[in-house]
């Protein structure tokens, strides 16, 4: 399978903002939820968002909840993430990700289902 392609990552001071987007080629896109994880140096990567396959349901780690909004574009096969009032420690690589569970609308996301991944796009959130 061809990797997910993020972009949109930059340079913003603290309490700025950034939208990265997400697209995956050549898959199904409509029947699947789709997450953004991210990793910061040092550390494990890390569930951030995620929508259903609908774009109706969607969840937030608790750390960007209120801050973040994921959404999806089904006719471009594209995840969005809208981020606001960044803060330093939202400095990571953010990946994005297509859910293997068709039609999953539930609220467990973990990387552990994914093997591979793309190349990400680096947030860096200066204080």
């Known amino acids: 399978q061809v990797p997910p392609v993020e972009s949109g990552g930059g340079l913003v001071q603290a309490g700025g903002s950034l939208r990265l987007s997400c697209v995956i080629p050549g898959r199904t896109f409509d029947e699947y939820a789709m997450e953004w994880f991210r990793q910061a140096p040092g550390k494990e990567r890390e569930f951030v968002a995620a929508i259903n396959w609908s774009g109706a349901g969607t969840n937030y780690a608790d750390s960007v909840k209120g801050r973040f909004t994921i959404s999806r574009e089904n006719a471009k096969n594209t995840v969005y993430l809208e981020m606001d009032r960044l803060k330093p420690e939202d400095t990571a690589v953010y990946y994005c990700?297509?859910?293997?569970?068709?039609?999953?609308?539930?609220?467990?996301?973990?990387?552990?289902?994914?093997?591979?991944w793309g190349q990400g796009t680096q947030v860096t959130v200066s204080s």
């Open positions: 990700q297509q859910d293997p569970r068709q039609y999953y609308s539930g609220t467990y996301f973990t990387p552990a289902f994914f093997g591979s």
